[in-house]
């Protein structure tokens, strides 16, 4: 390390009451050449030191009853889904600490970075986030600096999961290594029940930084296993499960190419809607009962990161061979699919081949969603007792359709509400809330006997019991 370096990243190191010095250089990748409790974190100019840690320390435990969950495995994941963080597994208290690889400023101090969200997954356990819970940001721009780390810890860091309904046989596992591609693309493992295509159930675990992979919950079966990364190519795997049975599954790149999606939206009476994004979900992870899917990340219009701005073509680039189901307006933008006589737009399922590309017919019709105004008008809500939902009213319906869903996406409740006031709300009226629990009201508008204008948008409407 050159001298004038080495004394900041001494004085840095000092600051954060460390008692050695930092050491250099080191390798930032394999996390080699520091001492025991520091960290190899790149500087502006592509040199590397040893710093005090940048960690995410929180809890996993069972949302129901508090129980500490070990052996769940952790990643941080960025606004595209991609993996920040190699996987961590919690120990016997649920207690995790994630080391969270941060550039540092020539100073030595630690970048501001985009927020980050975690994802969890557990045998036994629904994956957090997934169906109507998301994962709210985290913020990392001020860690506190605790026994020589700088620690991230918060809230949004007690992870609680949703214990899922007892199996009469074991459930079963798969778990390998993703061969990672040059372009450092994060890659989605999507293990599918064999069997007619387009009716295949699949489930998912997203590969760290490392690689490393591990889909839990799987019923004894065969499976066919796919990785899907934009712009790169796997080779697919199978196993065959018995009930309670791990099976490893390893997967290479291959050669095939890629492929280009495009299409195009068209906005009616979009209302507060300006602009929309188009997303591509594997097929066979689509739960139809709340329009959701595990999403390659990347394989979005506009580029992931980016602010919705398509309102006319769209063009995904990279997609690799698969099946699909491509999504328009699913982020809160004010816009939803128009089902009604003047769209008929149906949820586009799409098959993609290797190197092929694949221009949708169909142009995407949006219409200005019904805009919820309690709960979970924004992002999820705490709710108390019976809840009240409101919303703006529509024009032109004849009555609306209320929809209760829980975090495992079953229905409970639903409920007709005729036309007719101007600050239109509903009491609850389902089965009584469990602690903790997500649910998502969805409204749709009706115009006798049953055409749908409209409806609330896929992310709203979400909120849980206290």
Not at 4 to 32: K, S
Not at 134 to 146: K, S, W
């Amino acid at each position: 390390m050159r001298p004038a370096r080495f004394l900041i990243a001494l004085l840095t190191f000092l600051a954060l009451g460390c008692d050695e010095p930092p050491t250099g250089p080191c390798d930032a990748l394999a996390q080699t050449g520091c001492g025991d409790g520091l960290a190899c974190e790149t500087l502006p100019d592509g040199a590397t030191a040893c710093f005090a840690p940048v960690v995410i320390e929180g809890r996993a435990f069972d949302l129901a009853t508090d129980t500490a969950l070990a052996e769940v495995r952790i990643v941080a994941l960025d606004v595209n889904g991609s993996p920040q963080s190699s996987v961590v597994r919690s120990t016997a208290d649920g207690r995790y600490r994630l080391a969270l690889p941060t550039p540092r400023a020539a100073d030595g101090a630690p970048l501001p970075r985009a927020a980050l969200t975690l994802r969890a997954d557990a045998a036994g356990y629904l994956t957090f986030p997934s169906g109507i819970r998301p994962a709210l940001p985290i913020d990392t721009a001020n860690p506190t600096l605790i026994d020589g780390r700088l620690v991230i810890s918060s809230p949004l860091t007690e992870l609680g999961l949703i214990a899922l309904a007892p199996s009469p046989t074991p459930r079963a596992a798969i778990r390998g290594h993703v061969a990672r591609a040059a372009s450092g693309a994060s890659v989605l493992v999507v293990a599918e029940t064999t069997g007619t295509p387009g009716a295949s159930r699949g489930a998912s675990a997203l590969a760290d930084r490392d690689g490393d992979y591990e889909i839990f919950n799987l019923a004894a079966g065969d499976y066919a296993v796919h990785a899907y990364a934009q712009g790169q190519s796997y080779a697919p795997g199978a196993a065959t499960l018995a009930a309670g049975e791990t099976k490893v599954v390893d997967l290479e790149l291959d050669a095939a190419p890629t492929a280009r999606v495009s299409g195009t939206v068209q906005l009616v009476n979009p209302g507060l809607g300006e602009a929309t994004s188009v997303i591509l979900v594997v097929e066979s992870t689509f739960d139809e009962n709340v329009a959701r899917g595990d999403a390659p990340p990347g394989l979005r219009a506009p580029e992931p990161g980016t602010l919705p701005s398509i309102t006319g073509g769209f063009t995904i680039e990279g997609v690799p061979a698969g099946r699909y189901v491509v999504l328009a307006a699913f982020e809160n933008d004010h816009l939803v699919r128009d089902a009604s006589s003047i769209g008929g737009t149906d949820i586009v399922h799409q098959e993609v081949l290797a190197g092929v590309d694949v221009t949708i017919d169909e142009s995407f019709k949006l219409t200005g969603a019904v805009e919820i105004l309690a709960p979970g008008a924004d992002g999820p809500e705490e709710v108390e007792g019976t809840p009240v939902f409101r919303w703006v009213d529509d024009s032109s319906e004849d009555r609306y359709d209320l929809v209760v869903h829980d975090a495992l996406g079953q229905t409970i409740w639903t409920h007709s509400e005729p036309s007719g006031n101007r600050d239109p709300m509903v009491s609850y009226g389902g089965p009584a809330l469990e602690s903790g629990m997500h649910y998502q009201l969805t409204i749709r508008s009706i115009k006798d006997p049953d055409e749908e204008l409209s409806r609330s948008e896929n992310l709203r409407g979400v909120f849980f019991a206290r």
